[in-house]
């Protein structure tokens, strides 16, 4: 199963758990696993019509960012963050 990072704004979600551990073959499948098991998950990081991850948040899958969107292929042994994009002037 997939070990996903929690970052710290959607750790409310999770009861403040940083990590956890969930299947999945796509990133899709992963979402779906945590939204079972995490009300509101998809919600934080989904745009309004599920389909696309929100552009301000950016998913690496075991270290590489992802280009493939909710497709994007999981392994067994995949480490997943969603890392909020930074701004500032």
Not at 9 to 24: A, E, F, Q, S, Y
Not at 31 to 42: A, Q, V
Not at 62 to 73: K, V
């Amino acid at each position: 199963m997939a070990v996903v990072w929690i970052p710290p704004l959607l750790r409310h979600l999770t009861g403040g758990t940083d990590k956890v551990t969930v299947p999945g073959r796509t990133l899709r499948h992963v979402l779906n696993s945590l939204e079972e098991i995490y009300p509101g998950f998809k919600a934080a990081l989904l745009e309004e019509n599920e389909e696309q991850v929100q552009s301000g948040i950016v998913v690496v899958v075991d270290g590489e960012a992802s280009q493939m969107g909710l497709i994007e292929p999981v392994g067994e042994k995949s480490e997943i963050h969603f890392v909020p994009a930074i701004s500032g002037g």
